[in-house]
């Protein structure tokens, strides 16, 4: 019994003294570092050995030797609570070289996660060309520097808490959930053309929008005729730099995108050409640019009196109609009158022996001096009212008949054909 009490005081005792002794080397610290203490504790936000006045966590007794001794050395210190960011990727550049108190108070700061500096100044320090450019992502503004960046380690390039497109889906709408990506994104993600941190142009775009789209797409130029909008760098007028469901990341159909910028046909027109109808206006236009006038794919002479007839010369017709619609016999077109080919005498010119007897075609005319390419209010795409600079020069007026037609037209007298039968006011 005797023993046992012995054996109780003991371990009463050692405990007391243990005890006494730990608080005495915290109150030991006060004595000295009191007004450094204080000061500290005034601080935002403390590390939580110093807010519980755990001194001995880091720090050995010196007692009067008055040196400053730490219980492990440089980062090897905070790995004893802290996880090794080692093992998360590759170390961020500064903790290799210079350890965690380049940018962490190890007692407390004013900051959020005991940062020297606030955010938006602490990267700056070492990173401060990113924001050379007068236009600023939002993010990298705001001092939202890890909103993008792993501050320690990445098993990604640049410290990035995850790949682009990825990360930039973040805070931006997925490109992928619009349709077909652009090829470049799926190639080489979003920083091909932007700037993640500061650009000199809109949109964060590494280069002005005229000259970037050039740098995949220079070809889009090659021609004596280019579109104002691609000469102007306006591609996006037409295309989505990301994503779309039309074809060649187009922002709507053709028809109705030129229609946007182009009153063609005009709002006057009933009959539409079959080329709008039935196909697209790329049909006969280059949409970017080309070596003929209005950009057209073929040659489309508009010359009101050309001299002579080839078959060249309206080769974006003869595209789709035959060219003996013109050249062949009547019987080829329903523009005769009996045997008489009325497209072969109004394109070609009448055949006529001058005064000397020699058989010569008179003057020939264009298509484009009867028909709209793009459509009229009437049938066969005819010219309703023709002018040129807003000058107005002469109407057509067409009647369809049982068997042909009647033309009052302000060139010549009235006149009408028959398909079976000749007519007489038709010559």
Same mark, same amino acid.
């Given at each position: 019994?005797?023993?046992?009490?012995?054996?109780?005081?003991?371990?009463?005792?050692?405990?007391?003294?243990?005890? &006494?002794?730990?608080?005495?080397?915290?109150?030991?610290?006060?004595?000295?570092?009191?007004?450094?203490?204080?000061?500290?504790?005034?601080?935002?936000?403390?590390?939580? *050995?110093?807010?519980?006045?755990?001194?001995?966590?880091?720090?050995?007794?010196?007692?009067?030797?008055?040196?400053?001794?730490?219980?492990?050395?440089?980062?090897?210190?905070?790995?004893?609570?802290?996880?090794?960011?080692?093992?998360?990727?590759?170390?961020?550049?500064?903790?290799?070289?210079?350890?965690?108190?380049?940018?962490?108070?190890?007692?407390?700061?004013?900051?959020?996660? !005991?940062?020297?500096?606030?955010?938006?100044?602490?990267?700056?320090?070492?990173?401060?060309?990113?924001?050379?450019?007068?236009?600023?992502?939002?993010?990298?503004?705001?001092?939202?520097?890890? %909103?993008?960046?792993?501050?320690?380690?990445?098993?990604?390039?640049?410290?990035?808490?995850?790949?682009?497109?990825?990360?930039?889906?973040?805070?931006?709408?997925?490109?992928?959930?619009?349709?077909?990506?652009?090829?470049?994104?799926?190639?080489?993600?979003?920083?091909?053309?932007?700037? *993640?941190?500061?650009?000199?142009?809109?949109?964060?775009?590494?280069?002005?929008?005229?000259?970037?789209?050039?740098?995949?797409? %220079?070809?889009?130029?090659?021609?004596?005729?280019?579109?104002?909008?691609?000469?102007?760098?306006?591609?996006?007028?037409?295309?989505?730099?990301?994503?779309?469901?039309?074809?060649?990341?187009? !922002?709507?159909?053709?028809?109705?995108?030129?229609?946007?910028?182009?009153?063609? *046909?005009?709002?006057?027109?009933?009959? !539409?050409?079959?080329?709008?109808?039935?196909?697209?206006?790329?049909?006969?236009?280059?949409?970017?640019?080309?070596?003929?006038?209005?950009?057209?794919?073929?040659?489309?002479?508009?010359?009101?009196?050309?001299?002579?007839?080839?078959?060249?010369?309206?080769?974006?017709?003869?595209?789709?109609?035959?060219?003996?619609?013109?050249?062949? *016999?009547?019987?080829?077109?329903?523009?005769?009158?009996?045997?008489?080919?009325?497209?072969?005498?109004?394109?070609?010119?009448?055949?006529?022996?001058?005064?000397?007897?020699?058989?010569?075609?008179?003057?020939?005319?264009?298509? &484009?001096?009867?028909?709209?390419?793009?459509?009229?209010?009437?049938?066969?795409?005819?010219?309703?009212?023709?002018?040129?600079?807003?000058?107005?020069?002469?109407?057509?007026?067409?009647?369809?008949?049982?068997?042909?037609?009647?033309?009052?037209?302000?060139?010549?007298?009235?006149?009408?054909?028959?398909?079976?039968?000749?007519?007489? &006011? &038709?010559?």
């Amino acid at each position: 019994m005797k023993i046992h009490k012995v054996c109780f005081l003991l371990i009463l005792g050692l405990s007391i003294f243990l005890f &006494s002794t730990g608080v005495t080397a915290q109150s030991d610290c006060a004595e000295c570092h009191g007004e450094w203490l204080e000061t500290t504790r005034s601080q935002k936000v403390l590390h939580l *050995p110093v807010d519980e006045d755990d001194c001995s966590s880091c720090h050995d007794n010196h007692g009067d030797d008055e040196k400053l001794v730490l219980v492990e050395e440089g980062s090897a210190l905070c790995l004893q609570c802290h996880d090794d960011p080692a093992e998360q990727g590759k170390l961020h550049t500064v903790i290799e070289e210079d350890g965690c108190l380049v940018c962490h108070d190890p007692h407390s700061s004013l900051n959020k996660k !005991l940062l020297v500096e606030s955010p938006e100044n602490l990267c700056m320090q070492c990173h401060d060309d990113v924001m050379s450019g007068e236009v600023l992502h939002e993010a990298a503004a705001s001092g939202g520097c890890t %909103d993008c960046h792993s501050p320690h380690a990445s098993e990604h390039r640049n410290l990035l808490v995850q790949e682009p497109p990825a990360l930039c889906a973040d805070c931006h709408d997925d490109p992928g959930e619009q349709g077909k990506l652009h090829t470049i994104i799926e190639d080489d993600g979003c920083m091909a053309c932007h700037n *993640p941190h500061s650009a000199g142009n809109r949109a964060l775009l590494e280069t002005p929008p005229e000259e970037l789209c050039q740098e995949c797409h %220079d070809d889009m130029t090659a021609g004596s005729f280019v579109h104002e909008a691609v000469s102007e760098g306006s591609c996006t007028d037409c295309h989505s730099p990301h994503a779309s469901n039309v074809r060649a990341l187009l !922002l709507d159909e053709v028809s109705t995108l030129c229609q946007e910028c182009h009153d063609v *046909p005009d709002e006057t027109a009933t009959m !539409l050409h079959t080329a709008i109808t039935a196909g697209e206006c790329t049909d006969c236009h280059q949409p970017h640019a080309g070596g003929l006038p209005k950009l057209l794919v073929e040659n489309y002479n508009t010359e009101r009196y050309p001299k002579g007839f080839e078959e060249e010369m309206y080769s974006l017709c003869f595209e789709c109609h035959e060219s003996s619609l013109v050249t062949g *016999p009547a019987e080829g077109t329903e523009f005769r009158d009996g045997s008489k080919n009325l497209h072969d005498l109004h394109v070609q010119g009448a055949v006529k022996p001058n005064k000397y007897g020699i058989v010569k075609r008179s003057k020939s005319r264009s298509c &484009s001096v009867c028909h709209d390419p793009h459509g009229s209010s009437q049938s066969h795409n005819l010219i309703k009212t023709y002018s040129r600079k807003n000058i107005r020069f002469f109407t057509m007026a067409f009647q369809a008949l049982e068997d042909g037609g009647k033309c009052e037209v302000g060139c010549h007298k009235p006149k009408s054909y028959r398909r079976t039968t000749s007519s007489a &006011s &038709s010559e």
